[in-house]
């Protein structure tokens, strides 16, 4: 039993001035409002009511006690009614991050059908490829794709992401078709690698024969946007890793081609990131869920189509 609990109990006692009268009014036993009663008169240290076997009358405390408890309730109520019409009138400035790729395709386009339906909120979009901290920079919530390095933080998975090798007809013709992992180690390629400040010595996990494995890649061309590496890719200077939803255009137009296709790289997922403070914010909650709802079947992308020959 809450607390709260004891509190209602006893101002219906109260008020009907009767044990058995508040448990019908409140649909629990005679037994149970007795008991809450002594635990609220426990805790407080008085009698709030005189007891006799035929009746019942509150005390100088219970009088007192009675107008305080009143109050209680009233903001408690108070305070329901206003999460309630926050619910369904969401307000306020909502701080979202989310990869460029992602937040580009995915995410910028469904902020105004958002804010169409929720006309009292603003979106704050801030889009980067690089790590976010949702504590240090006031964000409500991030998507992102990998794993997340802080625990401490609320992950909702939204799907497995398909990604594919990629570079341009005219890449493939210079320096020819790496077909295995092992292709890519070589020195006979040229990897274009998303990195940002702080980044650690980048690798490539893909998936072989004998389960996922990392190569360690290199290339003379690195940035920290991953739009930067498909135009790259695009003009021919190298392979990309990109997930299938953000090159899909370009993979349907032949622009570019799936290399390495016996050792792709395996599926990255997509979630958002979040605290737990700020996911008892509703308005995080339905950007959350009004997003996702519009953004599956987008990021579960049909096959790379036919590798390069």
């Known amino acids: 039993m809450s607390y709260l609990d004891n509190v209602r109990t006893f101002v219906r006692v109260y008020e009907l001035g009767s044990m058995s009268a508040a448990g019908r009014d409140l649909r629990v036993s005679p037994a149970v409002t007795s008991a809450r009663i002594s635990q609220l008169e426990d805790h407080l240290g008085v009698r709030l009511f005189q007891r006799t076997t035929r009746s019942l ?19 408690v109520e108070s305070a329901e009614a206003q999460i309630m ?4 009138n969401p307000r306020g400035s909502l701080y979202v991050a989310a990869p460029l790729g992602v937040g580009r395709r995915l995410i910028a386009p469904r902020v105004p059908e958002f804010l169409a339906e929720y006309p009292q909120v603003s979106v704050r979009l801030r889009l980067t490829d690089r790590k976010v901290d949702l504590t240090t920079e006031g964000l409500d919530l991030a998507f992102f794709l990998g794993q997340p390095e802080d625990s401490n933080l609320r992950i909702r998975k939204i799907a497995d992401v398909e990604r594919v090798l990629c570079a341009a007809p005219d890449y493939i013709a210079a320096r020819g078709l790496p077909r295995q992992g092992e292709d890519l180690v070589s020195g006979a390629h040229e990897c274009l690698n998303l990195r940002f400040p702080g980044a650690t010595e980048f690798q490539w996990r893909l998936a072989t024969p004998e389960g996922p494995k990392r190569f360690r890649v290199s290339g003379r061309y690195e940035s920290d946007d991953g739009d930067v590496l498909t135009d790259w890719a695009l003009a021919g200077h190298g392979i990309a890793m990109k997930p299938v939803f953000e090159i ?12 390495v296709t016996e050792t792709p790289p395996e599926p990255i997922q997509m979630a958002c990131l979040y605290t737990h403070r700020r996911g008892q914010d509703p308005k995080t909650r339905l950007f959350m869920d009004f997003v996702i709802a519009r953004i599956g079947d987008l990021i579960r992308a049909p096959g790379a189509g036919a590798p390069a020959t």
């Open 57 to 75: 009358a509150p005390t100088e405390q219970g009088n007192a006690f009675y107008r305080g408890a009143t109050d209680i309730l009233a903001a």
């Open 85 to 88: 019409d926050i619910t369904e």
């Open 248 to 259: 899909a255009e370009h993979l349907a137009s032949g622009a570019l081609v799936p290399v």
